[in-house]
């Protein structure tokens, strides 16, 4: 099974909006609306930010949003704030009891 | 709260063995699936394998299928990940994970694993 394709890099100033992509197939995130998206800040465990596509966990601020159209899953944060410098990883389900990571994406807020 | 405490990692010779466990707290235990999921140093995140609520169902990721076994023990709250032959590439910090609404909605710590001679 082959990661999810995520941009290595992505930066935003304050105020912004960024996005980071997540590019998949139709056995993957294309075939099931089981995406997640992770926030994980450096030597610390990932944290849950979006599951189910476009789902927000509780205590999730809204500034960040999920979406999919096709094989490419989506995370959005709004309002980019300094706190929100992390890597950023997506996850799907794959089918066969197997799940998929992408590569991380490091935020940089400039 | 939800706790989830991995234990057990260390340094291991490559071909040896070695025996994770995550003691779990705050929640049902026995009615969540369980997994666990592992990061090579300065790279990304990999499933590593999963376990059903009662330990019937049991998955792993191409890369250790053979190799690794994953089990749990509902009386003792604990998930467990034996690991055999390791090799260089299983290097990693292991986090187990809940799994619910297909995410992964807490995380353990992580134990590092080092395979080296």
């Known amino acids: 099974q082959s990661a999810l394709t995520q941009p290595r890099s992505v930066s935003g100033s304050p105020g912004q909006s960024v996005t980071i992509s997540c590019t998949g197939t139709s056995s993957d995130v294309g075939g099931h609306n089981y995406v997640s998206w992770y926030q994980q800040y450096p030597g610390k465990a990932p944290k849950l930010m979006i599951y189910?596509?476009?789902k927000r966990p509780s205590g999730v601020p809204d500034r960040f949003s999920g979406s999919k159209s096709g094989n490419t899953a989506s995370l959005t944060i709004s309002g980019l704030q300094a706190e929100d410098e992390a890597d950023y990883y997506c996850?799907?389900?794959?089918?066969?009891?197997?799940?998929?990571f992408g590569g991380g994406t490091e935020l940089t807020v400039l | 709260e939800v706790q989830l405490v991995d234990s057990g990692g260390g340094l291991v010779q490559p071909g040896g063995s070695l025996r994770l466990s995550c003691a779990a707290s705050?929640?049902?235990?026995?009615?969540?699936?369980m997994h666990w999921v592992r990061q090579a140093p300065g790279k990304g995140l990999e499933y590593v394998s999963a376990i059903s609520t009662n330990g019937a169902g049991t998955y792993y990721a191409n890369s250790v299928k053979g190799r690794f076994t994953i089990s749990r023990d509902n009386s003792k709250n604990t998930l467990y990940l034996q690991m055999g032959s390791l090799r260089a590439e299983d290097m990693a910090v292991y986090y187990c994970?809940?799994?619910?609404?297909?995410?992964?909605?807490?995380w353990g710590l992580g134990t590092l694993v080092t395979v080296s001679s």
């Open positions: 994970a809940r799994y619910s609404s297909s995410s992964y909605d807490y």
């Open positions: 996850c799907s389900y794959a089918g066969s009891y197997t799940w998929v």
């Open positions: 705050g929640f049902t235990f026995s009615t969540y699936a």
């Open positions: 189910d596509v476009t």
